[in-house]
């Protein structure tokens, strides 16, 4: 933002290749799936492990009943909500490689967001995830298979890739 | 009256002349345009001026974003969020959604 609202392209970290199963792969992409993989461990076991994690699903379930318990609900949902915007702003930062960083990049992948989310259900990072990989997974089959009608969809879901959504659990 | 059409012909001409003189430039402008795009297309339009990354910059820049949202989404949801807690997660998605729109408003209005 500080350089105004052009884009600015920028190359990929790790600029190397993985040969597979006569296939190239960017080893940038692999790490992202990897961190979302890694994330979506690491908050599956948040959830279930910790007491904070505990407290949050409980709270989702009965607001006041875990009130009645003397615990501060609203300082848990503020930290989830503070740990949520940083996974999506970490989200942001793994994309931009990909994309190209302008002030309009998180606009795009607002509506894939909303749209795996509301599939996945709220406060499931399994239905999550399951969600965000299979519409991304759609989306680059049909991107290399029918480009017109991945046209169609970059034109209702402004055409993200594939392991995108899947990192901003 | 033939001189004005002769005439009336080459400025129509005359356009086109320039258009077609200028289509290389306009090719540049829109391969520009066309960068924050990132379908299969337009990547290879602009996969010829990528700007160099530098590790060194990128993970502490990445560290530095994450660290830059806590304090901003705290307010969110402190002065907006927390209030529609009790009421449909509609709600909390429309004042997202504004809350966005917003921001990419005062972008506009700031940098045009």
């Keep these: ?169 | 009256m033939l001189l004005t059409d002769f005439l009336r012909i080459f400025h129509r001409r005359d356009p086109l002349f320039h258009f077609h003189r200028a289509l290389p430039d306009l090719r540049n402008h829109a391969r520009r345009q066309l960068c924050p795009y990132p379908d299969l297309q337009h990547r290879r339009l602009c996969s010829n001026h990528l700007h160099p990354l530098d590790e060194r910059k990128f993970y502490p820049a990445a560290i530095l974003a994450i660290l830059a949202v806590i304090p901003v989404s705290y307010v969110i949801e402190r002065y907006v969020i927390r209030r529609l807690y009790g009421e449909s997660l509609d709600y909390t998605f429309i004042a997202t959604f504004a809350i966005t729109l917003m921001g990419v408003d005062t972008i506009k209005w700031v940098w045009g």
């Excluded at chain 1, 680059?140 to 991945?150: F, K, N, P, V």
């Design chain 1, 1 to 169: 933002m500080g350089l105004g609202v052009n884009p600015l392209p920028l190359s990929a970290p790790l600029g190397t290749y993985v040969e597979f199963w006569g296939m190239t792969f960017p080893v940038y992409r692999i790490l992202i799936f990897a961190i979302a993989i890694v994330l979506f461990l690491g908050l599956e076991l948040f959830f279930k492990g910790t007491i904070m994690g505990k407290i949050v699903v409980a709270a989702l379930e009965d607001k006041d009943g875990v009130r009645c318990l003397g615990v501060r609900v609203d300082k848990y949902f503020s930290i989830m909500f503070i740990l949520g915007s940083a996974l999506a702003a970490l989200g942001g930062v793994l994309y931009a490689p990909i994309s190209a960083v302008h002030p309009y990049m998180g606009l795009s992948v607002l509506l894939l967001a909303f749209a795996r989310g509301d599939r996945g259900g709220y406060g499931k990072p399994a239905g999550t995830f399951i969600s965000a990989f299979s519409l991304g997974m759609v989306m680059a089959i049909t991107a290399r298979y029918w480009s017109q009608g991945a046209e169609t969809i970059g034109v209702h879901c402004n055409g993200h890739r594939a392991v995108l959504p899947a990192i901003d659990i």
